[in-house]
């Protein structure tokens, strides 16, 4: 199939034209244009985990939890069917999207582990460069797509541009109609700091990555994942004693945190828990770390500040056993004044890529145009003739992009249909 050709210019300077006549028989108040909104459906109440699992398999074969959770667990228990730790995790929580890092699985080993997500769909990027190693995932649950039926079409993007950083697996990003979540798994520094400086590159390609995301499309960016860095003294157990150059502590590493920062997103658990401590989400494997508590907070789910406003709740879960890290959340909704003004914003991105298509001279022919109906506004305004209804204009971008359709169907569900672009 091929993408349809664009609008030619003669059809928009016909529609543009018939719609500037019109505005000749009204006054007092100028040409408004219609902004078609449909208020938050309940549905746009959204709860994010992010999980660095240390490997699929791991998570998927053991079976441990606290004993108050038993309970609740055992009615998920039959005799031919247990309930691992992150099957545990999705039946407790019923998150709207899981991020999962270092899964560590293949390319050929994805259909293996489908099964375990019950009532979600799974987008992957895993590492060609090296077997067993990172390998990042976005699941998002299918009655949430289904009942966002603006939800129609999903835009999926891996890796960066950069090819060595796509052989690593290391981002996976989701564009969804209303915001853009990337799940990310950040470089180690590394004994003796040996990838530092590509750490530090990483951390510059991903910040112009995100900016390009939100220049061209104008929604709100929801970054998840574990970054392998504790950029505040609140966020490792032992600050003083920690050595400057140790890998997630180093300078470099806090200064490219702050940048994400400086550049509009805001971290969810510090902003609404500014100075709790003892909250980790990594814990070493050596000297028993997790029961006493000696960890590092190295997962985050950093958010636009256009989305803060909607923020309910953000926390971590070290209950959630199966690897060195826990799961973090976020609880929020979509504010209404972030949607209405990306709604406005979008309208003028596809009223400028209609325009794009026009030459110069149709470009000026129109602009004489509309500059004739804004003076013939004036004149019948200081007439003070004509009712005071404003004139609702309208546009439409007659353009479409190349879509994609792949089978979004939940295990033990009714296949679905879900368009994505890839």
């Known amino acids: 199939l091929l993408p349809p050709p664009p609008p030619s210019s003669s059809s928009i300077m016909l529609r543009y034209l018939k719609r500037s006549s019109s505005t000749l028989s009204s006054s007092h108040t100028r040409p408004a244009k219609r902004i078609k909104y449909t208020p938050l459906h309940p549905t746009n109440n959204l709860k994010i985990l992010s999980w660095n699992v240390n490997g699929l398999k791991a998570v998927t074969s053991k079976y441990e939890m606290e004993q108050e959770d038993y309970s609740f667990a055992q009615q998920f228990i039959t005799k031919d069917h247990s309930l691992d730790n992150l099957q545990y995790l999705l039946k407790k929580e019923r998150p709207t999207i899981l991020t999962l890092q270092e899964t560590k699985i293949q390319k050929n080993q994805q259909e293996l582990y489908e099964w375990k997500f019950e009532g979600y769909q799974g987008f992957f990027c895993s590492s060609i460069k090296k077997k067993g190693y990172s ?23 891996r890796g960066f541009l950069a090819k060595e950083q796509h052989d690593e697996g290391r981002l996976i990003s989701l564009e969804f109609d209303e915001f853009i979540i990337l799940n990310v798994y950040a470089p ?36 998840t994942g ?40 805001v971290d969810s658990f510090r902003y609404l828990h500014p100075d709790k401590a003892d909250s980790y989400s990594q814990w070493s494997y050596r000297a028993r770390n997790k029961i006493q508590n000696r960890g590092m907070r190295l997962d985050y789910i950093l958010m636009s500040d256009s989305l803060k406003e909607g923020l309910e709740a953000a926390y971590m879960m070290p ?28 309208m003028h991105m596809e009223e400028e890529k209609a325009l794009s298509h026009l ?25 003070g003739d ?24 939940p295990a033990g569900g009714d296949h679905q249909k879900t368009s994505f672009k890839e």
């Not at 990838?195 to 709100?220: C, N, P």
């Not at 149709?362 to 004149?379: G, N």
Request: proline fraction near 2%.
């Open 135 to 157: 390998g990042v995932a976005i699941f998002v649950r299918v009655d949430w797509m289904q009942q966002q039926k603006q939800h129609k079409n999903i835009r999926i993007k």
């Open 188 to 223: 180690n520094s590394a004994a003796e700091l040996k990838r530092l400086e590509y750490r530090m590159q990483w951390d510059r390609d991903l910040l112009a990555f995100i900016d390009e995301l939100k220049e061209d499309t104008g929604k709100a960016v929801i970054l």
């Open 226 to 265: 574990d970054l392998n860095v504790s950029y505040l003294n609140l966020d490792v157990w032992n600050p003083e004693d920690r050595h400057p150059r140790t890998a997630c502590w180093t300078q470099e590493e806090k200064d490219g945190f702050k940048t994400f920062i400086n550049a509009g997103l």
């Open 319 to 346: 209950g959630i056993k199966g690897s060195d890290h826990c799961p973090v959340g976020m609880n929020f909704k979509l504010p209404e004044t972030y949607l209405q003004s990306l709604h406005v914003k979008q």
């Open 359 to 383: 030459t110069d001279e149709e470009k000026r022919q129109l602009k004489e145009a509309k500059d004739y109906a804004e003076d013939e506004l004036l004149v019948n305004e200081s007439r």
């Open 386 to 409: 004509g009712s005071n209804q404003a004139v609702q204009v309208e546009t439409q971008d007659e353009s479409e992009d190349y879509e994609h359709t792949f089978s979004a169907q």
